[in-house]
Nanobody, 127 residues
Framework: QVQLVESGGGLVQAGGSLRLSCAASGRTFSTNTRAWFRQAPGKEREFVAAINWNLVGTYYSDSVKGRFTISRDNAKNMVYLQMNSLKPEDTAVYYC????????????????????WGQGTQVTVSA
C-alpha cells in the first residue's frame, strides 16, 4: 500500500500563489506516475497535472498550463504543485494521486487509472 498526504492549501486572493505538497509513504517503489486532481463543488474530479516518477515528463490541463508547475523530490518521496496567478475558478479540493507501474498504458489524465489517493486539501481563491 501507498499512503499520500497533502498539505499547503488555504485561502488566497486572486492573482496570488500557493504551493501544495504531497508526501508519500509505504510501497512507493511500486508506483510510477504521480498526479494532482481537483474537484469543485457540484463538479466532477478533473485532472490538473502529472509527473513521471522515473522518467522526464510533465503534463498539464489546458486550464492551468503556464500558471501551475508540478515537480518532484525523489529522495524525499515528495511531489509539489506550485500554483501562480490563481483565479477564483481554481477553487476546489486538490487531491494527490499515484498509480502502480502496471498502469503505465492507461491514460494519465483519467482518475480511474490511479490506485492511491490522498485525503485532499482545500484551495479557495477569492475574487
Amino acid at each position: 500500500q501507498v499512503q499520500l498526504v497533502e498539505s499547503g492549501g488555504g485561502l488566497v486572493q486572486a492573482g496570488g500563489s500557493l504551493r501544495l505538497s504531497c508526501a508519500a509513504s509505504g510501497r512507493t517503489f511500486s508506483t510510477n506516475t504521480r498526479a494532482w486532481f481537483r474537484q469543485a463543488p457540484g463538479k466532477e474530479r478533473e485532472f490538473v497535472a502529472a509527473i513521471n516518477w522515473n522518467l522526464v515528463g510533465t503534463y498539464y490541463s489546458d486550464s492551468v498550463k503556464g500558471r501551475f508547475t508540478i515537480s518532484r523530490d525523489n529522495a524525499k518521496n515528495m511531489v509539489y504543485l506550485q500554483m501562480n496567478s490563481l483565479k477564483p475558478e481554481d477553487t476546489a479540493v486538490y487531491y494527490c494521486a499515484a498509480r502502480s507501474a502496471s498502469r503505465i498504458t492507461a491514460s494519465r489524465y483519467d482518475s480511474d487509472s490511479y490506485d492511491y489517493w490522498g485525503q485532499g486539501t482545500q484551495v479557495t481563491v477569492s475574487a
